[in-house]
């Protein structure tokens, strides 16, 4: 091995270093990585061929600096210090001490690697091992040497399972030393406390050694843990001759809640949950893939696209240096869920809720860094866009009535869409039968043709003319004969954006289909808005007619009745949460700002002494999408609800404040009222009580490098501004606004060369589209619902913009170890050594011939989807012995442990029971309650169908066994240990229900020593 330093880091890519001309490097061998200001971190190397390195590092990436940053191969490979004292001992996942106590000292230390127990040397497993589980030890038997795992699902109790084998495991018969050891990987703070908790209080801790792995650890640390943790227990089985169990349990995921909002690169917003389960292709359902060799994060599924194509949308919204920018999705990912989430609310009032070791960017004083939500606090300053900035077009009105092609009839200004036809067919007839039109409607005038949109887009279509060029020739359209709406334009102009901002805040749109009734309206105390509102309508929508009247209440009402206008404004304000307002969203800035004008017309308000504005809603969803909206036209605001007094049916009303002197601003140079009042209020505001925006502060970074390019040049700070302000910033006393510092480069650029990349690097970062939008809440929350988690991976800047322009990562399982290596996937998604992989886990299980102790394996594995058939689980059943599948429907129904019998199964199972391991009846009670239970299920489902009366006597013994069987022999306490004599004394009381006829499956010298004569007694929690 090397033991040799070098300076040659190639790249970074993700939680890799790639390292050149490096010699003799070895595959796990230890790697200290050096960083420019002094700090070591760890690592390992994944590969090695040609002198190219690759290591991964156990943590972040940020602050290593190419040039600078020195690697050094130890020459070894990572290696636990083993002792005795290690029982009773809580490590962390790369097994440095976690219980205050001292690290392990011990000259004896051991590779983690391992290996798999050699087959020749290997001893058949025979000895049963007690769980104090009845549907374990009762149906599917754990040997001692077995490899077991639980099959579990999200929101199952497979922890509470977990902890309580762990405490309640023991051999029977000998007097042999039973030891656990404990390995968790991603758990919460909560649910490491709740194990650690438990094996103290019960005692279990003094035989136990748990290595936890919290999910605000550095991921890259699961990579190591199940093999600290395997590394001990066969220390403990083979050198201290001690009967181990391993537990290897669940982990926590990198991901969004479904219902986080992401932008797309057309502009489209939708919930990314929604996204992913729609975007998936028929062909890529259940493809999955691993996350890299031995990590014990191999549960998560990744649903891949295969290409770029085969998403919907594949572009969206990432941010790369300090600009927003539209990138390619390369995968979609739904993941398991976990127990618990972290939920961020910030100052502007945008919330996220992500997995704890999603990452968010944070102001940092090197720069943007991306951080593990579970490490963010109150005060801390994330990265938010400024402006949301896409590509869009205005649609076309006709678009808009598309969804109801056939309802809507399109009449021509000529007949030259019928010439062309009858010249591509040969006639008009002909036309209409190979498309399918009606010839009579479309010929019933001589200077007029009447088309359904339907058949106008089939006839564009076949003659290659686009709609807007047929828009053109377009009289007016109808509804099944009802009024006529002319255009006066083809597309979304901003004066129909603005009478929609009108309806969205003080309006109505109205639809019965069943008596024919369709309007929108917009009322106002302000009659001369109302006028003007009208007169817009008429304007764009040539021939509609307002009906205008005053309510009881002095409120001027203008309605307006048409089938077509209602649809095509629905269409575009999908007033209906959550949807309402997405697809103005997606309309260019000029008509965005009209729409914004029209709804501050109605729902504005502005506070002239004060210096702010404020739009005023009683949904949230519309105060969160009015927000949005306002950041399309680079406007920052802020969310904030209070009590009404009255004027709503809620309690509760949200307030969309614009303060800042630069946003109050940009406001009045984008927004045009027709409120005459507002617009005076608003021309006439009192910028100096505005003050300057919280929202645009320079980034900490800037001061350093204000400070190095000021001493480069030799300028003096009085020469840029106000000296002390100048000193208070650079020494990191003192935060300034972008606007200020922009004032002293300005000034700066007098007295130095405009050319130098580090004059061009600051000017960069404060010119930037960004905000500083600072942290007022963080907080764990529970997941009661959401079975999965969505990401997706971002080609090229692994971040993706959410809500209302978070800046986050994008999924950190995928790319933090597979698309940084570059892999190449195999069966069905995943990387072709998965199979390898986990046997190379698996099999470190067993009995070894010569020796006395030995390691039994209980992995814990959450199924994608539930779905046994998953390539995880189906792997994961060709190594181990068996599978515990926990039930969903058990646990909805209050059964603890949930343990489903049926698909679950033991295959060493009759080594370790009969005479002299547990008992002469346990395999024939074993076989007889799981054809019983059996049967009684599918009498259930039965008699679901033609009810319980119509089945015979038996099949209700049977039925009665089923619902006795769940709910006596599965169900127990979460501390009730029973001894198997406990549960075949259960097992026999439930039998004794059948005549001992019925018995088929025990032979009957049990059947005359156990049936009835021997009842099992009332077994208590």
């Given at each position: ?158 922890n509470d399972v977990a902890a309580q084998i762990a405490r309640q495991a023991k051999v029977l018969g000998k007097e042999e030393t039973f ?242 036809l009858s010249k591509k067919f040969g006639s008009l007839r002909e036309a209409c039968r190979v498309l399918g039109m009606n010839y009579t ?287 208070s910033f650079e020494s990191g006393k003192r935060r300034v606004g972008r606007e200020l510092l922009r004032s002293w480069l300005v000034r ?274």
């Amino acid at each position: 091995m090397s033991k040799v330093e070098y300076t040659s880091v190639n790249r970074v890519a993700g939680p890799l270093l790639f390292v050149e001309g490096v010699s003799n490097a070895a595959y796990n061998e230890l790697v200290e990585i050096t960083l420019p200001n002094g700090e070591k971190r760890n690592g390992q190397v994944l590969e090695t061929s040609r002198g190219l390195a690759v290591v991964q590092i156990f943590g972040t990436t940020t602050g290593i600096d190419l040039p600078t940053t020195r690697v050094k191969f130890k020459g070894e490979t990572v290696k636990l210090p083993v002792t005795p004292d290690i029982l009773g001992r809580i490590f962390t996942g790369l097994g440095a001490p976690r219980d205050h106590g001292p690290p392990i000292t011990s000259e004896e230390k051991l590779d983690i690697a391992g290996a798999a127990i050699n087959p020749y040397s290997r001893a058949e497993p025979s000895e049963f091992i007690q769980t104090g589980i009845s549907a374990i030890d009762g149906m599917n038997t754990l040997v001692r040497g077995q490899k077991l795992p639980i099959f579990s699902a999200s929101g199952l109790p497979h922890n509470d399972v977990a902890a309580q084998i762990a405490r309640q495991a023991k051999v029977l018969g000998k007097e042999e030393t039973f030891a656990v050891v404990f390995a968790a990987m991603g758990i919460t703070s909560e649910e490491a406390n709740f194990f650690i908790k438990d094996f103290e209080n019960t005692g279990a801790l003094e035989r136990a050694v748990l290595f936890l792995n919290l999910a605000d650890d550095p991921s890259m640390e699961r990579v190591i843990t199940p093999r600290m943790a395997l590394t001990a227990a066969e220390y403990l089985a083979f050198q201290l001759d001690r009967h181990v169990l391993v537990i290897l349990t669940d982990m926590t995921n990198y991901c969004f809640h479904k219902d986080t909002e992401i932008f797309l690169g057309d502009g489209s917003i939708q919930q990314i949950g929604d996204y992913v389960e729609s975007n998936i292709p028929v062909e890529a359902e259940n493809q999955s893939i691993a996350l890299g060799k031995g990590s014990g994060r191999m549960l998560i599924s990744t649903q891949l696209a295969q290409n770029a194509s085969a998403i919907g949308h594949s572009r969206v919204l990432s941010f790369d240096l300090f600009d927003p920018i539209a990138c390619q999705i390369d995968s979609v990912q739904r993941i398991r869920a976990p127990s618990m989430m972290i939920k961020i609310r910030s100052r502007s009032g945008a919330e996220l809720v992500v997995t704890h070791d999603h990452k968010i960017m944070v102001d940092g004083a090197e720069g943007p860094e991306m951080i593990e939500a579970s490490k963010l606090r109150k005060g801390i300053d994330i990265y938010s866009t400024k402006k949301l900035q896409f590509d869009t077009k205005a649609p076309k009105i006709l678009d808009l009535l598309i969804r109801e092609s056939d309802r809507f009839f399109v009449h021509m200004k000529n007949d030259e869409l019928e010439l062309q036809l009858s010249k591509k067919f040969g006639s008009l007839r002909e036309a209409c039968r190979v498309l399918g039109m009606n010839y009579t409607t479309i010929s019933c005038s001589y200077d007029k043709r009447c088309y359904k949109l339907s058949e106008l887009l089939s006839a564009i279509d076949v003659l290659r003319i686009t709609l807007g060029k047929a828009s053109e020739n377009i009289d007016y359209v109808t509804s099944g004969g009802r009024r006529r709406v002319s255009f006066s334009d083809s597309l979304i102009t901003p004066s129909i954006a603005r009478i929609m901002g009108w309806i969205a805040s003080d309006g109505t749109l109205f639809r019965n289909e069943r008596l024919g009734a369709y309007y929108f309206s917009f009322s106002n105390l302000n009659k001369e808005l109302i006028d003007v509102f009208c007169e817009e309508v008429r304007k764009s929508f040539p021939g509609v007619v307002p009906q205008v009247h005053k309510n009881q209440n002095n409120v001027w009402i203008a309605r307006f009745n048409s089938e077509i206008l209602e649809f095509m404004f629905e269409e575009l304000l999908k007033l209906k949460e959550p949807r309402q307002l997405t697809p103005i969203f997606k309309l260019p800035e000029e008509q965005i700002a009209a729409f914004l004008s029209g709804y501050f017309d109605g729902d504005g308000c502005v506070y002239r002494e004060k210096g702010f504005l404020k739009y005023t809603t009683a949904s949230p969803q519309r105060a969160k999408r009015i927000e949005q909206l306002l950041k399309r036209l680079g406007i920052s605001s802020v969310i904030l609800d209070r009590h009404s007094a009255g004027g709503y049916n809620r309690k509760t009303c949200f307030d969309v404040l614009i303060r800042g002197e630069s946003d109050i601003r940009e406001f009045q140079r984008l927004i045009h009222l027709y409120h005459k009042r507002k617009d005076l209020d608003l021309r006439a505001i009192n910028l100096k009580g505005a003050g300057r925006s919280k929202f645009n502060l320079a980034p900490i970074v800037t001061a350093n490098l204000f400070r190095s390019l000021r001493k480069k040049y030799g300028v003096s700070a009085i020469k840029l501004g106000r000296s002390s302000t100048i000193s208070s910033f650079e020494s990191g006393k003192r935060r300034v606004g972008r606007e200020l510092l922009r004032s002293w480069l300005v000034r700066m650029t007098k007295f130095i060369d405009s050319s130098d990349q580090e004059y061009k690097n600051l000017s960069r970062i404060v010119d930037g589209n960004y905000i500083l939008d600072s942290i007022e809440e963080v907080s764990e929350i529970r997941n009661n619902s959401q079975e999965f988690v969505y990401d997706f991976t971002v080609r090229g800047t692994h971040r993706i913009v959410a809500e209302n322009g978070i800046i986050t990562s994008n999924c950190e399982a995928l790319r933090e170890i597979s698309s940084a290596r570059e892999e190449v996937p195999g069966r069905r998604g995943y990387p072709g050594y998965m199979y390898t992989d986990l046997a190379s886990i698996y099999e470190r299980a067993g009995r070894i011939k010569g020796k006395k102790g030995s390691v039994t394996q209980i992995p814990i594995l959450s199924m994608p989807g539930d779905d046994i058939t998953h390539p995880i689980a189906d792997l994961t059943g060709y190594i181990t012995e068996g599978q515990t599948v926990l039930s969903r429907d058990l646990h909805r129904r209050g059964i603890y442990p949930p343990i489903d019998v049926l698909p679950s199964l033991s295959r060493l199972m009759n080594q370790g029971i009969g005479k002299g391991r547990t008992r002469e009846d346990h395999r024939g009670v074993a076989d007889q309650l799981y054809s019983s239970y059996a049967q009684g299920r599918d009498l259930r489902a039965l008699s679901a169908i033609v009810g319980e009366a119509a089945l015979t006597e038996t099949d209700r013994l049977y039925l009665k066994i089923a619902d006795r069987f769940e709910k006596e022999f599965v169900s127990q306490g979460r501390y009730q240990d029973r001894t198997i004599d406990d549960t075949l004394g259960i097992g026999w009381d439930i039998l004794s229900v059948l005549p001992p006829g019925d018995l088929k499956r025990i032979k009957k010298e049990y059947i005359d020593k156990y049936y009835k004569a021997q009842q099992a007694p009332k077994i208590t929690a």
